[in-house]
């Protein structure tokens, strides 16, 4: 049976769905920002340094993840966890800016950036939702996980194959969160919703970096 909705309530749902987008990208576009600078500082540390810096990144992610309903709070944590991310990544990105110049690191930081706009457009504007699939993307990326682990062995996965996959499950990801994003984000805090943002674009950044640093090479 029809029932009568006022669409005052939905116009309500849309304008508070837009202001939640603008608030997640703010703070994972600062959140990235924060990580260019760290990397851009600290590229000349040593791996050992940088895996140590992650190592207490991921102490801060923990922290922002605990501290979710103090919102400053997290979003501090999350701010650090980021920094510590630059850090960490920094001997990566000076490594490819003496192998194979700094123009790399740009189209891949530039790639990145237009690629997460596209695919957040496509969802806004197409209403696509692949939420439903997020399950299977998981599974993908732990089992991916395993098979880099493996491959550090017995190399029998080329690197390159490495990044196209792991840049083909970050972009599912990327479709999935702007979906929750654009569904009202099923209750998480719009720091945890730039958590899941952020952690996209990164890994797709240095899948890309991968990926053109070695047709660079070759």
Known sequence: MYRYQNPQPL???????HSLLAQVLGISALGFSITALGAY??????????????????????????????????????YAFTFCEGIGIGPVVGQY???VGSGVVYDAAITTGL?????????????????RFAGYVTLALLALIVLGVASMFVHFIHPQLYAYLVLGI??????????RIRAGGGGATPVMLAVSIYLDALNIFLALLQIFGGRRRD
């Open 97 to 99: 800016v003496q192998t």
């Open 115 to 131: 690629g997460m706009a596209a695919l957040g457009a496509i969802v806004y504007a197409t209403g696509l939702d692949l939420r």
């Open 170 to 179: 970050f972009t599912f990801y990327v479709l999935i969160d702007f979906a």
């Open 11 to 17: 116009g309500t749902a849309a304008i508070r769905t």
């Open 41 to 78: 500082v600290f590229q000349g540390l040593s791996p050992g340094i940088g895996l140590i810096a992650m190592l207490i990144g991921f102490g801060f992610l923990i922290g922002t993840m605990a501290a979710q309903r103090n919102e400053m709070l997290s979003l501090l944590l999350f």
